[in-house]
């Protein structure tokens, strides 16, 4: 028999039936809920007089529409309040945990499904939101639904899919000092393209990728959806044994030693066949930053502005030949399910230690959870932000999807550590340059693009 | 959900590529707006000028492709969140059916959950839609003979063609496979127990 990949082994283990036509019924280990696509699905199955089907397989947080002003809980308007108490009340009917704000345990749900052990090895994980496929990093399979599917999941348990095809991507090398997880992605994304991975699920290997922290693994499965793959993923390894091992949702005990067995049976085989590959090579790379309106619009932080996409360019105000570096910009976002984590906080700390931001920039450090916030004071991370002018503030997404009100103003320039750099994203007429949250923070202080690495 | 079998209706030509469904609609329409006044903020930073009116450079504000419910569109249309308000909102402004080379792979599947029909093409063959949207051709879509104006074929799923066609809706039929699931559910338990708190 021919080897299977991670991807078919997690995958042939859940199909409840086959529907004719390649379309396969299967079931949901992993439901992660947040309020904003949460709280329709809830209303649509109340609408219809369903129940939900598993309470005991879902986790909700807020996350979306959730202030992050300092010493904030709750909502920055009313409507927002009220989309938070509905998710609650719904939420408490149905017999779901909600980890709510002010709780260990709130957060981006990207961050918090691994940070609580929610997100395990081989769990088929859904979730109503683009960036679900950042779970892939702990080797689960794991993708982004929409509402009607969502409402799906809550009353059957089960999701209909057809089987993608298989990628593999290798990041070859070790990656030089100052480029990170974000810079492998961007590079591949620069690469291949926005739509080099549609229709595939992509598993990323490796060098580069086995150095990487389970942290580091998720910022690189995360802009999957980037490169219009549904699903990301990664072998799990001692690296993200370790990284599970005691977290509150994880298995503990006798569960925890058969699932770890389980866990061990899941990377790919050698000979296993994948549709396409593709290789970075990473000792070349450097430090990656976006220049245009989509996330493929990328070059390394010491290129030139490329000329062939001149829409982008006017959106963005900058001049085809002339070096990225050097760019005067006016804000810096360190947060989102990209790049809030605590290794991230601390790369973006450690560059901003007894320095200052410039006085034209407006810097935010958003933590990705309640829990990473605390243990980010408990190391005195927030005393270096605060120091260099920084704002610290509240876990949530903030302003990299921008649905609470957290802008970068109109034509204003951000660097920011988030995912997307689409028109109008970060605000109207926002103008955004995806990058590391050291590369971030190296913007901050020089108040304008500039090579971490001479940092 | 409404069936779709035929479609007579006027083409715009959409050939920007990568329009992603903040593109389509803004995160702010996501929060509160009821899903039928989404129609009226589709494409709202390129719809409108500054002062809130129409903008006459915007396809659609077009005289010419007033009440069209086709678009033909670019490569990789719907990239980006898994927003189903996007397709609720193309519902909204009349849009029923799309042609483009490639699609956003979540905003596609929920285009199917809304009886939207998104029509994928080999590239040059949309071009050639292209041209004949922006001589304003009225186009005839056939999903029960998969055929664009009687000569064009294309490829849907068998699957999810019958259930545009009949407007059936997902959920329905799940439910109804519920032994099923029920019966996978307890092998699995016994086989990976660690899933189960």
Same mark, same amino acid.
């Given at each position: 028999?021919?080897?299977?990949?991670?991807?078919?082994?997690?995958?042939?283990?859940?199909?409840?039936?086959?529907?004719?036509?390649?379309?396969?019924?299967?079931?949901?280990?992993?439901?992660?809920?947040?309020?904003?696509?949460?709280?329709?699905?809830?209303?649509?199955?109340?609408?219809?007089?369903?129940?939900?089907?598993?309470?005991?397989?879902?986790?909700?947080?807020?996350?979306?529409?959730?202030?992050?002003?300092?010493?904030?809980?709750?909502?920055?308007?009313?409507?927002?309040?009220?989309?938070?108490?509905?998710?609650?009340?719904?939420?408490?009917?149905?017999?779901?945990?909600?980890?709510?704000?002010?709780?260990? /345990?709130?957060?981006?749900?990207? =961050? &918090?499904?691994?940070? *609580?052990?929610?997100? !395990?090895? $081989?769990?088929?994980?859904?979730? #109503?939101?683009?960036?679900?496929?950042?779970?892939?990093?702990?080797?689960?399979?794991?993708?982004?639904?929409?509402?009607?599917?969502?409402?799906?999941?809550?009353?059957?348990?089960?999701?209909?899919?057809?089987?993608?095809?298989?990628?593999?991507?290798?990041?070859? /090398?070790?990656?030089?000092?100052? =480029? &990170?997880?974000?810079? *492998?992605?961007?590079? !591949?994304? $620069?690469?291949?393209?926005?739509? #080099?991975?549609?229709?595939?699920?992509?598993?990323?290997?490796?060098?580069?990728?086995?150095?990487?922290?389970?942290?580091?693994?998720?910022?690189?499965?995360?802009?999957?959806?980037?490169?219009?793959?549904?699903?990301?993923?990664?072998?799990?390894?001692?690296?993200?044994?370790?990284?599970?091992?005691?977290?509150?949702?994880?298995?503990?005990?006798?569960?925890?030693?058969?699932?770890?067995?389980?866990?061990?049976?899941?990377?790919?085989?050698?000979?296993?066949?994948?549709?396409?590959?593709?290789?970075?090579?990473?000792?070349?790379?450097?430090?990656?930053?976006?220049?245009?309106?989509?996330?493929?619009?990328?070059?390394?932080?010491?290129?030139?502005?490329?000329?062939?996409?001149?829409?982008?360019?006017?959106?963005?105000g900058l001049?085809?030949?002339?070096?990225?570096a050097g760019t005067k910009v006016d804000r810096v976002f360190i947060?989102?399910?990209?790049?809030?984590?605590?290794?991230?906080?601390?790369?973006?700390?450690?560059?901003v230690?007894?320095r200052k931001a410039a006085k034209h920039v407006q810097a935010w450090v958003?933590?990705?959870?309640?829990?990473?916030?605390?243990?980010?004071?408990?190391?005195?991370?927030?005393?270096?932000f605060?120091?260099a002018g920084f704002e610290?503030?509240?876990?949530?997404?903030?302003m990299?999807?921008?649905?609470?009100?957290?802008y970068v103003a109109p034509l204003e320039r951000c660097v920011s550590?988030?995912?997307?750099?689409?028109?109008?994203?970060q605000g109207?007429?926002a103008r955004t340059h995806?990058?590391?949250?050291?590369?971030a923070a190296a913007a901050a202080i020089a108040g304008e693009i500039v090579?971490?690495?001479?940092? | 959900?409404?069936?779709?079998?035929?479609?007579?209706?006027?083409?715009?030509?959409?050939?920007?590529?990568?329009?992603?469904?903040?593109?389509?609609?803004?995160?702010?329409?996501?929060?509160?707006?009821?899903?039928?006044?989404?129609?009226?903020?589709?494409?709202?930073?390129?719809?409108?000028?500054?002062?809130?009116?129409?903008?006459?450079?915007?396809?659609?504000?077009?005289?010419?492709?007033?009440?069209?419910?086709?678009?033909?569109?670019?490569?990789?249309?719907?990239?980006?969140?898994?927003?189903?308000?996007?397709?609720?909102?193309?519902?909204?402004?009349?849009?029923?059916?799309?042609?483009?080379?490639?699609?956003?792979?979540?905003?596609?599947?929920?285009?199917?959950?809304?009886?939207?029909?998104?029509?994928?093409?080999?590239?040059?063959?949309?071009?050639?839609?292209?041209?004949?949207?922006?001589?304003?051709?009225?186009?005839?879509?056939?999903?029960?003979?998969?055929?664009?104006?009687?000569?064009?074929?294309?490829?849907?799923?068998?699957?999810?063609?019958?259930?545009?066609?009949?407007?059936?809706?997902?959920?329905?039929?799940?439910?109804?496979?519920?032994?099923?699931?029920?019966?996978?559910?307890?092998?699995?338990?016994?086989?990976?127990?660690?899933?189960?708190?």
């Open positions: 028999m021919a080897g299977r990949t991670l991807f078919d082994k997690i995958w042939d283990l859940h199909v409840v039936d086959e529907l004719g036509d390649g379309m396969q019924l299967m079931f949901v280990d992993r439901h992660l809920i947040h309020e904003l696509s949460g709280h329709r699905g809830q209303l649509e199955i109340a609408r219809r007089g369903l129940k939900m089907r598993n309470p005991e397989l879902a986790v909700g947080s807020m996350d979306h529409v959730v202030s992050t002003a300092p010493g904030s809980r709750g909502g920055n308007a009313p409507w927002a309040d009220k989309i938070i108490e509905t998710f609650r009340a719904e939420g408490k009917k149905s017999g779901m945990k909600i980890y709510d704000i002010g709780q260990d /345990g709130q957060g981006i749900v990207h =961050v &918090v499904g691994p940070e *609580l052990g929610f997100t !395990l090895p $081989g769990t088929l994980l859904v979730c #109503g939101d683009s960036h679900t496929c950042t779970h892939g990093a702990l080797g689960s399979l794991a993708w982004g639904i929409g509402t009607t599917e969502l409402v799906h999941v809550l009353a059957t348990q089960t999701i209909v899919q057809q089987k993608p095809k298989k990628m593999r991507v290798d990041f070859r /090398g070790a990656p030089a000092r100052g =480029v &990170v997880a974000k810079d *492998l992605i961007l590079a !591949l994304i $620069g690469k291949i393209g926005t739509a #080099g991975g549609m229709g595939y699920a992509v598993e990323y290997a490796d060098e580069a990728i086995r150095g990487l922290s389970a942290e580091g693994r998720m910022t690189v499965c995360n802009l999957s959806i980037e490169l219009g793959a549904k699903v990301g993923m990664i072998a799990p390894d001692q690296t993200t044994y370790d990284y599970l091992k005691g977290r509150r949702h994880a298995p503990a005990g006798a569960h925890w030693e058969q699932a770890l067995a389980h866990w061990k049976t899941l990377p790919s085989d050698a000979d296993a066949k994948f549709d396409t590959e593709h290789a970075i090579d990473c000792a070349s790379l450097a430090p990656q930053i976006t220049w245009g309106t989509s996330p493929e619009d990328v070059i390394g932080v010491d290129g030139r502005i490329p000329d062939h996409k001149p829409d982008a360019l006017a959106y963005m001049a085809a030949g002339k070096p990225i947060g989102s399910c990209t790049n809030s984590r605590l290794p991230d906080l601390r790369a973006a700390a450690e560059v230690k007894g958003v933590p990705g959870s309640w829990r990473i916030k605390q243990d980010a004071e408990a190391e005195g991370l927030h005393e270096v605060r120091a610290w503030r509240e876990a949530g997404c903030s990299c999807v921008a649905a609470n009100g957290d550590t988030s995912n997307r750099n689409f028109v109008g994203r109207p007429r995806l990058a590391s949250p050291a590369m090579d971490v690495r001479g940092f | 959900m409404e069936p779709f079998k035929k479609l007579s209706a006027i083409a715009a030509p959409f050939p920007q590529k990568n329009v992603d469904t903040d593109f389509i609609i803004r995160v702010e329409r996501c929060t509160g707006t009821p899903r039928e006044q989404l129609g009226s903020h589709a494409f709202e930073m390129a719809r409108f000028l500054k002062d809130g009116s129409p903008d006459p450079d915007f396809v659609l504000n077009q005289p010419r492709y007033r009440g069209a419910q086709i678009l033909v569109c670019g490569e990789f249309f719907g990239t980006g969140s898994s927003r189903e308000m996007a397709v609720w909102a193309l519902a909204g402004m009349g849009i029923r059916c799309l042609i483009a080379p490639s699609f956003g792979q979540i905003f596609y599947g929920n285009c199917f959950q809304n009886g939207l029909l998104p029509i994928v093409l080999p590239s040059t063959q949309v071009d050639a839609l292209m041209k004949q949207a922006e001589a304003g051709k009225t186009f005839d879509v056939d999903l029960e003979a998969q055929r664009i104006n009687g000569a064009q074929p294309f490829e849907i799923s068998a699957r999810r063609r019958k259930m545009m066609l009949q407007g059936l809706d997902e959920l329905g039929l799940t439910l109804a496979m519920e032994p099923e699931i029920a019966a996978f559910e307890a092998a699995d338990r016994a086989r990976r127990p660690w899933i189960y708190p």
